[in-house]
């Protein structure tokens, strides 16, 4: 019945359980508001509260990191590529003392420890004494007849620590300036430029150039002299990098929100911008590493970078003095130990960054 047709007989909508209880024909049954009331009852029960589990969670709180180690760890590759970093740290640091000679001379395919070497030596792969083998007479006065496998892990120490440092410089430099170029577009024509001059400039000339200033600096000051040479204009490509990332994110909703509500510009940068890239610049930061020990190769193959006679062997000065002349051609063992430890490491490096840019994905995250 209508609410106007209970109106129209006086009924009131309060009044109507009781006049439905009180018809005659509904006088054996049970009372409409009992029956309701006893569905609820049999629909719902009360099983009690508890004040101890009220504030507990399911689930462990979200923690960004460990999630990404989580992620990471999970990776057959990235464990792969882990272990051979490892390693590769472990024999540069203790390589030379677990297995160390004396430079040799071979004389009529006789190995002589602890002699100068004479013109009669001629070339000895590797054996049980010598491991990767001798440096042979091409290498120059310093190497020839020197134990390889000491040359390398000596290199590989000076060389690693070389790129490590050179690889931080650039990452802070160009993360900083490039997220400063990429917000602030009053930056960008002034970058820009720059950008452009130094790109024009060819890059062996500028080493050149700069390398016969410091010549005379460089036995108190030779690793900071390459660090500089490496480190001073190498944090543009990244810098360029992480300025085009953040130009494509700047005006979104969520930061033109903040902007709004007053967020400092530092704030922006640090909270909104960065964070959403972090999976983009490890990509490009995973290579860093190998980078500057390549670029150190490219210097030493100039003859402009580290002086040997000051005793700073690098990977890449054993490497480009290997190649010299043609005698590696007959005595490929002279490649051996050069690129037993580079390759690994540049390919480790390179796999670990992919599986560490997945892992930092938020959306391989639960």
């Given at each position: 019945m209508s609410k106007k047709k209970l109106r129209k007989n006086g009924i009131d909508e309060e009044n109507l359980f009781s006049l439905i209880n009180d018809d005659p024909r509904l006088a054996n049954s049970v009372p409409v508001d009992e029956t309701i009331q006893t569905n609820l009852n049999d629909?719902?029960?009360?099983?009690?509260?508890?004040?101890?589990?009220?504030?507990?969670?399911?689930?462990?709180?979200?923690?960004?990191?460990?999630?990404?180690?989580?992620?990471?760890?999970?990776?057959?590759?990235?464990?792969?590529?882990?272990?051979?970093?490892?390693?590769?740290?472990?024999?540069?640091?203790?390589?030379?003392?677990?297995?160390?000679?004396?430079?040799?001379?071979?004389?009529?395919?006789?190995?002589?420890?602890?002699?100068?070497?004479?013109?009669?030596?001629?070339?000895?792969?590797?054996?049980?004494?010598?491991?990767?083998?001798?440096?042979?007479?091409?290498?120059?006065?310093?190497?020839?007849?020197?134990?390889?496998?000491?040359?390398?892990?000596?290199?590989?120490?000076?060389?690693?620590?070389?790129?490590?440092?050179?690889?931080?410089?650039?990452?802070?430099?160009?993360?900083?300036?490039?997220?400063?170029?990429?917000?602030?577009?009053?930056?960008?024509?002034?970058?820009?430029?720059?950008?452009n001059f130094v790109n024009n400039i060819p890059t062996l000339l500028l080493d050149i150039m700069l390398m016969q200033y410091f010549s005379p600096y460089m036995k108190q000051y030779g690793f900071w002299i390459i660090v500089f040479l490496l480190s001073a204009l190498g944090w543009i490509g990244l810098a360029g990098f992480v300025r085009n990332q953040i130009i494509i994110i700047r005006n979104r909703e969520y930061n033109i929100a903040s902007q709004t509500l007053g967020s400092r510009s530092i704030t922006m940068i640090n909270h909104n911008l960065l964070p959403y890239l972090v999976s983009v610049i490890v990509t490009v930061v995973s290579t860093a590493i190998p980078a500057a020990i390549s670029s150190e190769v490219g210097l030493a193959f100039f003859n402009l970078s580290f002086k040997i006679s000051d005793g700073d062997i690098t990977l890449g000065q054993v490497l480009t003095k290997a190649v010299s002349g043609y005698a590696w051609l007959d005595n490929p063992y002279l490649l051996l130990g050069p690129l037993i430890v580079m390759v690994p490491m540049t390919i480790a490096f390179f796999y670990l960054g992919l599986a560490l840019a997945d892992a930092t994905d938020p959306k391989s995250h639960r």
């Open positions: 629909l719902f029960k009360v099983v009690g509260t508890s004040d101890e589990k009220i504030d507990r969670l399911e689930s462990a709180p979200y923690s960004y990191w460990r999630m990404t180690f989580n992620q990471l760890f999970k990776n057959p590759m990235a464990i792969a590529c882990i272990v051979i970093l490892f390693l590769i740290l472990f024999f540069t640091i203790f390589g030379p003392m677990i297995h160390y000679y004396a430079p040799v001379v071979i004389e009529n395919g006789v190995v002589k420890q602890g002699v100068t070497f004479t013109t009669n030596a001629g070339y000895l792969g590797p054996n049980s004494v010598n491991w990767f083998g001798v440096c042979g007479e091409n290498m120059g006065s310093w190497f020839k007849g020197t134990d390889m496998w000491s040359c390398v892990w000596d290199g590989t120490r000076l060389s690693l620590l070389l790129g490590t440092v050179v690889a931080v410089i650039q990452i802070i430099l160009g993360i900083a300036i490039g997220a400063a170029w990429g917000y602030f577009r009053w930056l960008d024509p002034i970058l820009i430029e720059f950008r």
